[in-house]
């Protein structure tokens, strides 16, 4: 189970930090993502963090903007985000592959929380 803590509604330029709580035992094992959904848009890829924390991969439009972290003590998995803009603007969702692989394509995910919403305003 995957639950999403931390959108809200924040201005242009205002950072804001969403938490992913999982549940299991081989938290540690999985590589987790971050995906998002804006208003009838299709599903993207925001960012991924191995097993370790060690490595992490970023969307373009979000790189140098946002940071994934994991804490495995806690089983949750954090994204950072920085300098919002109105075109982050969407659901986001955590997400990971049951075969632990990474990937950037949403259908590829397995298991996904319901979202948190942020909504940047201009």
């Known amino acids: 189970q995957l639950i999403e803590s931390g959108g809200g509604l924040v201005h242009t330029g205002d950072s804001l930090t969403l938490s992913c709580a999982a549940s299991?035992?081989?938290?540690?094992?999985?590589?987790m993502e971050w995906f998002r959904q804006a208003p009838g848009k299709e599903r993207e890829f925001v960012a991924a963090?191995?097993?370790?924390?060690?490595?992490?991969y970023y969307a373009e439009s979000v790189k140098g903007r946002f940071t994934i972290s994991r804490d495995n003590a806690k089983n949750t998995v954090y994204l950072e985000m920085n300098n919002l803009k109105p075109d982050d603007t969407a659901k986001y969702y955590c997400?990971?592959?049951?075969?632990?692989?990474?990937?950037?394509?949403?259908?590829?995910?397995?298991?996904w929380g319901k979202g948190t919403l942020v909504t940047v305003s201009s």
């Open positions: 963090i191995d097993g370790s924390g060690r490595t992490t």
């Open positions: 997400a990971y592959d049951k075969v632990l692989r990474i990937s950037m394509v949403p259908d590829d995910m397995d298991y």
């Open positions: 299991g035992r081989a938290f540690s094992s999985y590589p």
